[in-house]
């Protein structure tokens, strides 16, 4: 796993604590960011493997953070996994206009979350993935 990069994006310090905590000795490089905005600057920067995202958040939600990665070419292929605590149902004419993999529904379980993280980027090579830009 070593070299995937991780972006955990969440309001709730504890949430963004947890899965960093479980994905790092892992091998996965994680950062993490509060609020979608913040995430949105960290990917443009530091182009994660995949970014695993909360749907409702201030100042940018999830979805709305999946719409504007989308729309860059520097981000448009990042993967998104969105973690919601509402349930929040996409249609798939929302969802063709993101790079949402799954929705994940809040309470989860660790080890799920791991294994979507896996799926989606544990079996590509380090080298499929863009290299991060330094700031």
Not at 89 to 117: D, H, M, W
């Amino acid at each position: 796993m070593s070299g995937k990069r991780v972006l955990v994006v969440d309001d709730e310090l504890h949430i963004t604590e947890i899965l960093a905590f479980k994905l790092e000795p892992l091998g996965f490089e994680v950062t993490t960011a509060n609020d979608g905005e913040e995430a949105y600057r960290y990917a443009l920067q530091g182009q994660p493997h995949l970014i695993l995202t909360d749907f409702q958040m201030p100042l940018m939600d999830g979805y709305e953070l999946a719409v504007q990665l989308k729309r860059n070419l520097v981000t448009q292929m990042i993967p998104l996994l969105m973690l919601t605590a509402q349930g929040h149902k996409l249609t798939p004419s929302e969802l063709s206009i993101t790079n949402i993999q799954g929705l994940i529904p809040k309470p989860f379980s660790a080890r799920e979350v791991i294994g979507r993280v896996e799926e989606i980027i544990g079996s590509a090579n380090a080298d499929d993935f863009p290299a991060a830009s330094v700031a």
